[in-house]
């Protein structure tokens, strides 16, 4: 298994989209991992509303959180939903995909990176 660290991005959100978890203010700035950058600009293009990723590491299939009312619209976009790893009870999560950039495939509760 490749373990690599990817470097954080700052990227900026376009107005009024991104809101901090527990206030009414929004984002100017958001750090993500550099692999993932082009595609949370691209979801934010489409009017996603993300509210964290991470692209695994090496270690875990990463995953793109995304705010209940752009869930379906990730679903018309052929994102699959994000499954936890068995050790964390093999949930799926509605509101988490799986990443279409770098390498990132659906392979159950496994690992799933390609990359």
């Keep these: 298994m490749k373990i690599y660290n990817c470097r954080k991005k700052i990227l900026i959100p376009p107005k009024g ?24 600009e691209n979801l934010w293009d ?21 705010t209940e009312d752009s869930i379906p619209i990730m679903e018309k976009m052929g994102y699959v939903h994000h499954i936890n790893e068995s050790e964390f009870g093999g949930i799926i999560r509605k509101d988490e995909f799986i990443p279409k950039t770098y390498g ?3 392979n159950g509760f496994s690992d799933g990176y390609q990359g």
Excluded at 17 to 35: P, S, T, W
Excluded at 58 to 66: A, S
């Design 104 to 106: 990132h495939i659906y």
């Design 46 to 66: 489409n009017g996603i509303k993300t509210t964290g990723c991470c692209c695994g590491h090496g270690r875990l299939l990463g995953y793109i959180g995304v």
């Design 17 to 40: 989209l991104i809101k901090y978890n527990c206030f009414d203010k929004f984002k100017e700035r958001v750090a993500v991992d550099e692999c993932l950058a082009d595609e949370i």
